[in-house]
């Protein structure tokens, strides 16, 4: 009997060894087509976004038409690592060229089930994990490139960075003709200012074959400039002349590991240059024909209406008592029109750009004065205000 007992958890033995063979037969059988990687990307702030949507804010593809990504895979049989986007790092650290990603359109996803296209397809490794990492847009006047810090470092290794030196913003204002909504858009042409963006570090295993979701945010700061007037001249015509925003640094560098939003004082990751590279630096609006009056207020409510002036990218700064804010306009009335200038320290409203931010200072032209209202929103998921006392210009 113990005989039969032995036979029989032999022979167990063998048909569990046999079921396992097959297992991994059946593994290195499969016959199912390799899964390229592909990608979904949104902006800071979105929680899910419409994937595909270059009209939907919460998407990338609204700003940006190109990003560069890094990506890395980790074996989990022997914990080699692979460099399978961007320039590879496994010989030599230091800052690398990063893989092209193009938004191919509105219309279904044609790159694997991606809206995102890039050359050489790339497979998902199910026995490795992988790291991404990303910037926009994707143009040779970005200086921003993904830095290493040793040979064979995964992405996101503490010491590797996002940097860029030098860097220097033209004054481009999105609002060349005044209207009454913010373009947020449109800071993405070569040779011009160009709306600098990071991705987060994301984690993937290589049996995830859903696209990677690349979120990114902004790392500028934006101003904006917005005059409205009062019920109490709504019977007259006012037009704005010149806006101008004045004795800001306009060349910057950039090394990412240094934001810290959370200390006190809260960090830069942006260090201004001591000299401008153009001393003319200037954030302007100008009149030209056929632009806008200021509108009258609401017809029952009389809110003021509003029409942004100025929409500039600025390097994240401190803002000294030499930085100036100038609105020169023209308020007629009848037969009579009458000029006026009027000039604010900036630092009256704002003590600092700083990164990821959007600020809006408002101004309300009246008939004895002009106020106005200061706030910041962040371009990822903080807020701040400030109140500014009413200024006469009388």
Same mark, same amino acid.
């Given at each position: 009997?113990?005989?039969?007992?032995?036979?029989?958890?032999?022979?167990?033995?063998?048909?569990?060894?046999?079921?396992?063979?097959?297992?991994?037969?059946?593994?290195?059988?499969?016959?199912?087509?390799?899964?390229?990687?592909?990608?979904?990307?949104?902006?800071?702030?979105?929680?899910?976004?419409?994937?595909?949507?270059?009209?939907?804010?919460?998407?990338?593809?609204?700003?940006?038409?190109?990003?560069?990504?890094?990506?890395?895979?980790?074996?989990?049989?022997?914990?080699?690592?692979?460099?399978?986007?961007?320039?590879?790092? /496994? *010989? +030599? #650290?230091?800052?690398?060229? $990063?893989?092209?990603?193009?938004?191919?359109?509105? @219309?279904?996803? %044609?790159?694997?089930?991606?809206?995102?296209?890039?050359?050489?397809?790339?497979?998902?490794?199910?026995?490795?994990?992988?790291?991404?990492?990303?910037?926009?847009?994707?143009?040779?006047?970005?200086?921003?490139?993904?830095?290493?810090?040793?040979?064979?470092?995964?992405?996101?290794?503490?010491?590797?960075?996002?940097?860029?030196?030098?860097?220097?913003?033209?004054?481009?204002?999105?609002?060349?003709? /005044? *209207? +009454? #909504?913010?373009?947020?858009? $449109?800071?993405?042409?070569?040779?011009?200012?160009? @709306?600098?963006? %990071?991705?987060?570090?994301?984690?993937?295993?290589?049996?995830?074959?859903?696209?990677?979701?690349?979120?990114?945010?902004?790392?500028?700061?934006?101003?904006?400039?917005?005059?409205?007037?009062?019920?109490?001249?709504?019977?007259?015509?006012?037009?704005?002349?010149?806006?101008?925003?004045?004795?800001?640094?306009?060349?910057?560098?950039?090394?990412?590991?240094?934001?810290?939003?959370?200390?006190?004082?809260?960090?830069? #990751?942006?260090?201004?240059?001591?000299?401008?590279?153009?001393?003319?630096?200037?954030?302007?609006?100008?009149?030209?024909?056929?632009?806008?009056?200021?509108?009258?207020?609401?017809?029952?409510?009389?809110?003021?209406?509003?029409?942004?002036?100025?929409?500039?990218?600025?390097?994240?700064?401190?803002?000294?008592?030499?930085?100036?804010?100038?609105?020169?306009?023209?308020?007629?009335?009848?037969?009579?029109?009458?000029?006026?200038?009027?000039?604010?320290?900036?630092?009256?409203?704002?003590?600092?750009?700083?990164?990821?931010?959007?600020?809006?200072?408002?101004?309300?032209?009246?008939?004895?004065?002009?106020?106005?209202?200061?706030?910041?929103?962040?371009?990822?998921?903080?807020?701040?205000?400030?109140?500014?006392?009413?200024?006469?210009?009388?």
């Amino acid at each position: 009997m113990k005989k039969s007992y032995l036979m029989l958890a032999a022979a167990a033995t063998i048909l569990a060894s046999c079921a396992q063979n097959e297992q991994i037969n059946s593994d290195l059988k499969d016959n199912t087509e390799p899964s390229v990687i592909g990608f979904s990307s949104f902006s800071e702030k979105a929680s899910k976004a419409d994937n595909g949507d270059n009209t939907n804010i919460l998407n990338l593809e609204y700003f940006h038409n190109k990003f560069a990504v890094y990506a890395t895979k980790q074996s989990q049989v022997d914990n080699s690592v692979e460099y399978v986007f961007g320039g590879s790092a /496994a *010989t +030599a #650290a230091g800052a690398k060229e $990063g893989t092209v990603c193009t938004y191919t359109g509105n @219309d279904n996803p %044609t790159f694997y089930g991606s809206n995102w296209s890039y050359t050489d397809p790339r497979y998902w490794d199910k026995q490795a994990g992988y790291q991404f990492v990303a910037y926009a847009p994707a143009l040779a006047s970005n200086p921003l490139r993904y830095s290493y810090v040793a040979a064979g470092s995964l992405v996101g290794a503490a010491g590797n960075d996002f940097t860029a030196a030098d860097y220097v913003l033209t004054g481009k204002n999105l609002q060349a003709k /005044a *209207t +009454a #909504a913010a373009k947020n858009k $449109g800071f993405n042409e070569n040779g011009q200012d160009l @709306d600098l963006m %990071t991705s987060e570090i994301q984690t993937q295993l290589g049996t995830n074959h859903a696209d990677v979701q690349l979120t990114f945010r902004h790392i500028l700061s934006k101003v904006n400039v917005l005059i409205g007037k009062t019920e109490n001249i709504d019977d007259a015509d006012v037009k704005i002349d010149e806006v101008t925003i004045t004795n800001l640094k306009d060349k910057g560098s950039y090394v990412e590991s240094s934001y810290d939003n959370n200390s006190t004082p809260r960090v830069s #990751a942006w260090t201004p240059a001591v000299t401008n590279a153009n001393a003319d630096y200037i954030l302007k609006y100008e009149y030209s024909d056929g632009e806008p009056l200021l509108p009258h207020t609401a017809a029952t409510t009389k809110a003021v209406k509003y029409l942004y002036f100025i929409e500039s990218l600025v390097i994240p700064q401190e803002i000294t008592n030499a930085s100036k804010v100038t609105i020169k306009y023209h308020v007629t009335n009848g037969g009579n029109t009458e000029g006026f200038t009027y000039s604010m320290n900036l630092n009256d409203a704002f003590t600092e750009f700083f990164d990821r931010y959007n600020y809006n200072l408002i101004f309300t032209i009246g008939p004895s004065v002009i106020t106005f209202d200061a706030s910041a929103a962040a371009w990822a998921d903080e807020e701040y205000s400030t109140e500014i006392p009413y200024i006469s210009n009388n």
